[in-house]
């Protein structure tokens, strides 16, 4: 009589099939992005009232200048991180730009691209869509290899593009952009592109989001070129989530939850550009100790928790703000008559066209 597979004892077993709570992972990330959508709309309200005092000539409700919504111009932070690099001098239009987008390197450099997946308003957005559209068809889609990888393209060329535009501007030229009324309304024009949505780009969003309930994270995968530039820097991070092949089952639920759709069953490290630091990987995995976010070698206990992953990125955030702010270089050094003479006109202002007079030679 022949007896059937012996169970593995109690305590092996438990090791195998421990859950790793979810939970914990999920609610120090929701409530960092909670955190942060709250404050981008508390900052888009502050910056809407401060437009419409200058449209309405001066009359109204005057509230500060929120120079945080520069965060939402990283072409503009972008343009004067190279104008600093090159000059050793902060710029004085839309300096705060220029900080948070390092702010947003610096993190994705110590802690892979997890301004992506923890902060930006727009990967929120995306990963709740990507819920409705699972509680609407069952599921989200993943594109064929073939089609999925000349997408992921997509955002490295965009990315591209404004390199080599910016790269090829001289800092006398970023500098006269920067002065020129399309430059000193890059924010404002921002608010305007929403307030006053025309058709096509109606179209564009509405096409975007239906994009995204089928298929998680639509936008931040093929088209977002700042997703792309963070993800290059992340590939140098010191923190990467690791696996330990000896402690895996291979049920290949870490990569059936990777919103990136890695395939992190089969790596030691995940290196790749697209992982956004979620840790919704560690939070599927079944098996005690199989899966871990830490340092490159780091093969044992400490290892990263999710508390402390959000700690360290809201210090970063916090302390580049705080440096900007006691140095006095975080708001736009342009006066109140100056914004009361172009805001009311803010779309009439075109952006400047290589050889304007306005940008140098």
């Given at each position: 009589m022949t007896s059937g597979p012996t169970p593995p004892p109690a305590t092996l077993r438990a090791r195998l099939l421990r859950r790793i709570a979810p939970d914990r992972f999920l609610r120090a990330r929701r409530l960092v992005?909670?955190?942060f959508v709250a404050l981008n709309l508390w900052l888009g309200l502050q910056f809407f009232l401060w437009v419409r005092f200058y449209e309405r000539g001066g009359q109204g409700l005057s509230v500060p200048r929120p120079a945080g919504a520069e965060g939402w111009l990283p072409i503009a932070g972008l343009m004067n991180s190279k104008l600093f690099l090159a000059t050793g001098s902060v710029p004085t239009i839309h300096p705060a730009a220029m900080f948070l987008f390092m702010a947003f390197c610096a993190m994705s450099l110590i802690a892979k691209k997890s301004f992506c997946s923890w902060l930006c308003p727009v990967g929120t957005l995306s990963e709740h869509l990507a819920q409705m559209g699972r509680a609407l068809f069952?599921?989200?889609?993943?594109?064929?290899?073939?089609v999925d990888v000349?997408?992921?393209g997509i955002k490295y060329l965009l990315l591209g593009f404004f390199?080599?535009?910016?790269?090829?501007?001289?800092?006398t030229m970023l500098d006269e952009f920067m002065q020129t009324p399309y430059g000193l309304l890059a924010d404002v024009k921002m608010l305007n592109f929403f307030r006053h949505l025309g058709e096509t780009a109606a179209i564009l969003l509405t096409a975007l989001g239906i994009a995204s309930l089928l298929v998680q994270n639509f936008w931040c995968r093929y088209l977002c070129p700042y997703g792309a530039l963070l993800g290059l820097v992340s590939?140098?991070?010191?923190?990467?989530v690791h696996r330990d092949s000896n402690a895996c089952i291979d049920c290949g639920k870490c990569a059936a939850a990777c919103p990136a759709s890695l395939p992190v069953e089969k790596l030691r490290s995940v290196i790749s550009a697209e992982c956004t630091g979620c840790l919704e990987c560690v939070a599927a995995c079944p098996a005690r100790d199989a899966l871990w976010a830490g340092p490159v070698g780091v093969r044992s206990k400490p290892r990263l928790p999710a508390w402390a992953l959000a700690a360290g990125i809201a210090a970063l955030f916090l302390g580049i703000i705080g440096y900007a702010k006691i140095t006095g270089h975080w708001i736009s050094d342009i006066s109140a008559q100056v914004y009361a003479d172009v805001v009311p006109h803010a779309d009439q202002a075109s952006h400047p066209m290589p050889g304007d007079p306005a940008l140098g030679r």
């Open positions: 992005q909670y955190a069952g599921r989200t889609f993943r594109l064929p290899r073939r000349p997408l992921r390199l080599v535009i910016i790269g090829g501007m001289s800092a590939v140098f991070s010191p923190t990467r």
